[in-house]
């Protein structure tokens, strides 16, 4: 188990400085991915969802940690968040030409691999 909570608490702080980064900082972190914010409605968006959606997931993953009979479906949901994201990123890198788009080839790493840490350690835990 301690595996699997060190796993969930990597992705706890990387989601909560990330989303509050996005929150505080839109512009500036938008900028990161070649992002530009035209409008206050874009503001909002990359607060809410950015922001609002990471802060959200990190606040569950804090649930998981303290409550032990969550931490298979906090596991489960990095597998299925990251995953999806990698893919959609493979999708989106194929049909915008991503050679060149070294943003999003390390988000794609960084995606990756948490995936692949995330179901390891549920196959740690399956065993357990």
């Not at 922001?51 to 998981?64: E, F, I, K, R, S």
């Not at 906090?74 to 049909?95: D, E, F, K, P, Q």
């Amino acid at each position: 188990m301690g595996f699997a909570r060190m796993i969930l608490l990597i992705q706890l702080l990387a989601l909560a400085s990330l989303g509050l980064a996005y929150f505080l900082r839109p512009h500036e972190m938008s900028n990161l991915s070649g992002m530009l914010l035209l409008a206050p409605a874009a503001v909002t968006e990359v607060r809410a969802y950015y922001g609002g959606l990471q802060l959200g997931l990190a606040a569950y993953m804090l649930l998981a940690l303290l409550r032990p009979e969550l931490l298979r479906g906090a596991l489960t949901l990095l597998v299925l968040l990251y995953s999806a994201l990698a893919l959609a990123r493979i999708g989106g890198l194929w049909l915008d030409g991503g050679a060149q788009q070294t943003f999003n080839l390390a988000a794609l790493l960084l995606e990756a691999v948490s995936a692949g840490l995330a179901y390891w350690a549920l196959r740690v835990l399956a065993r357990l």
